[in-house]
């Protein structure tokens, strides 16, 4: 497959387990409320976990732990392995991960759960207390601090029906001008340019209940990028979500209109995995990404076109 910029967003199902307080209903505590609403605010960000497994592979019905196997896929080089997702930059799971897990928190209410093993899940939270964090199906937060860039909590899962004790530091944002405002948001890939080598495609994953590949045709293609230095994108088949990826970015540290992505475990290489913006405005994102396609010296433009997701 051709090296192409995209990534792929995770976005996998959850299982809900909502604390409640008051009876689920802080409207009827004003102070109880106004703390609330102060946490859905205070918590944005992303919030470095460290080597931290939430779970086992068969936890969830759509977590995954990949295996290494280094291959070039879609703007990233990526280690594929069995699951739902492609994870970039892990070891074996045997031997516990070498990625930084985190929680992240958006300001539109979604939520993003990574571990080092490469589990990855999405989904909306609501603070329900001014301490308590409801993370719908997958599970919840409780006894919330929140201090000097330090957030401490017990995080709750439903399917492992565990709960585990968590210290995360604020990881620090990205420049905050008008090209990451511009950039940070959910958009979808169109056909136009190669794009239109992608939509209609067919790719493959991993089926862990009858450990085969299964192939499927990508009939759409999602792209997350935070304010938080997290680049996500997701390929969909009938509205569901197959493959994923995911990896770090910053803008170039000296042209403005690229921005380069990264792995934990990979040191950062801004001369060879970078992005070109050619266009960003608040209704079409336009990128660019050069590669030697086939082996012959001669380096490749892919041009990609793609609209805002919401």
């Excluded at 759509?62 to 879609?74: A, C, E, K, L, P």
């Excluded at 929680?103 to 999405?122: C, M, P, R, V």
């Excluded at 210290?167 to 959910?186: H, Y």
């Excluded at 994102?285 to 997701?309: Q, V």
């Amino acid at each position: 497959m051709k090296k192409l910029i995209i990534l792929m967003t995770a976005a996998m199902p959850l299982f809900y387990a909502c604390k409640k307080s008051n009876g689920g209903d802080p409207g009827k505590d004003p102070d109880q409320s106004a703390a609330a609403k102060k946490l859905q605010k205070d918590v944005t960000g992303k919030w470095l976990m460290g080597n931290i497994s939430l779970t086992s592979p068969n936890a969830f019905h759509n977590g995954i732990v990949t295996r290494t196997t280094s291959f070039s896929h879609i703007g990233q080089k990526t280690r594929r392995g069995h699951g739902n997702v492609t994870v970039n930059g892990l070891d074996d799971p045997g031997t516990g991960g070498t990625n930084t897990g985190y929680i992240e928190f958006l300001s539109d209410s979604t939520y993003i759960i990574y571990d080092a093993e490469g589990h990855l899940f999405q989904g909306k939270f609501n603070a329900v207390a001014g301490d308590s964090i409801s993370l719908g199906k997958f599970g919840s937060l409780g006894g919330i601090k929140l201090a000097d860039n330090k957030l401490d909590f017990k995080l709750y899962y439903a399917a492992g029906a565990k709960t585990v004790v968590i210290s995360g530091n604020k990881a620090p944002a990205i420049a905050a001008d008008s090209r990451t405002a511009l950039l940070c948001r959910s958009w979808y890939l169109t056909s136009a340019d190669y794009g239109g080598s992608i939509i209609g495609s067919t790719d493959e994953y991993y089926d862990e209940s009858t450990q085969q590949y299964v192939s499927f045709t990508v009939d759409s293609l999602s792209f997350v990028i935070t304010t938080s230095g997290t680049y996500i994108v997701q390929e969909f088949e009938k509205g569901i979500v197959k493959v994923a990826d995911v990896a770090n970015w910053k803008w170039h540290s000296s042209i403005a209109n690229r921005f380069v992505y990264y792995w934990d475990d990979q040191p950062v290489n801004e001369d060879v995995d970078y992005i070109v913006i050619r266009e960003n405005t608040t209704a079409v994102l336009k990128l660019s990404e050069f590669y030697d396609d086939n082996g012959d010296n001669i380096i490749d433009e892919f041009k990609y076109t793609l609209l805002p997701a919401n």
